[in-house]
């Protein structure tokens, strides 16, 4: 799970492999190492539903999308729910939901919404995801 979520080379930078120390609470990792080991570990556990809040937000481009991968490997025996402001993490959801000022807005795929709904193609346009 660890190269899944691109952090193989923590295991490999000593002798110790996965008993490498990384300090109380991941001090000695990054906070997007920190952010890619926790969704490892919850992963591993297998829970049926799995509720994600920003989980990409302290990730470089590189890393998001080997998260990305990671979530979609296991999404196939798992309900998931993701909170995001970067749709990129949720443009291949099977239903995405719209909220402005805490109202649901519109509900729908990437495509769909891009057609149908103002905001999220203002958002979608905003993020490079739609031209």
């Keep these: 799970m660890l190269d899944e979520v691109n952090l193989g080379h ?3 930078r000593t002798a110790e ?3 490498v120390q990384v300090g109380e609470g991941g001090v000695l990792l990054s906070g997007g190492e920190r952010q890619r080991l926790a969704i490892a570990r919850t992963l591993l556990a297998g829970p049926p539903v799995l ?3 920003e989980p990409t937000s302290n990730l470089d481009a590189r890393n998001e999308a080997a998260l990305r991968r990671a979530i979609d490997a296991v999404a196939v025996r798992r309900t998931l ?3 995001a402001h970067r749709l990129s993490t949720v443009v291949d959801a099977d239903q995405i939901v719209v909220l ?3 109202r649901v807005v519109a509900v729908g795929t990437h495509d769909e919404l891009t057609g149908t709904s103002p905001l999220y193609r203002e958002l979608a346009t905003h993020q490079l995801l739609v031209s």
Aim: charged residues 20%; negative net charge.
């Design 10 to 12: 923590l295991a490999e």
């Design 17 to 19: 492999g996965l008993g």
């Design 51 to 53: 509720l994600f809040d």
């Design 81 to 83: 729910l993701i909170v």
């Design 100 to 102: 402005d000022g805490g």
